[in-house]
């Protein structure tokens, strides 16, 4: 690989599984808070909207997010999902909010 090409690729827009594997990171780490949360899975649930031949794998690593920020985090979570309404009031999230306690 070339000099040229590395950098490069600093310029290219992060995948869905590279935007999921820092949300993993972060929260794995305790370096997530709510507004980084908010702005990972929304720019996620932007991707994986624009895309509808997306491969199957992508939506199920995002349910698997969804399930472990729910089982470790759901304080944080609620937040997100408040945040959301906040700024879509007419949008469902019942794809974000299943399950969780309201």
């Given amino acids: 690989m070339t000099i040229s090409s590395r950098y490069k690729d ?3 827009a992060a995948s869905i599984v ?4 820092l949300f993993q990171q972060l929260l794995e780490g305790s370096e997530l808070y709510v507004d ?4 990972l899975l929304k720019a996620i649930h932007k991707q994986l909207s624009v895309d509808t031949a997306r491969d199957h794998l ?5 349910a698997e997010t969804i399930e472990l920020l729910r089982y470790h985090r759901a304080d944080m979570l ?3 999902i408040d945040a959301w309404k906040a700024e879509n009031p007419s949008e469902e999230v019942e ?8």
Avoid: C, N, P, T
Wanted: proline share 0%; glycine share 4%; net charge positive.
């Fill in 10 to 12: 600093l310029f290219r």
């Fill in 18 to 21: 590279e935007k999921l594997s």
């Fill in 36 to 39: 980084l949360a908010l702005a």
């Fill in 58 to 62: 992508d939506y199920k690593r995002y």
């Fill in 78 to 80: 609620k937040e997100v």
């Fill in 95 to 102: 794809w974000l909010s299943d399950g969780v306690i309201k």
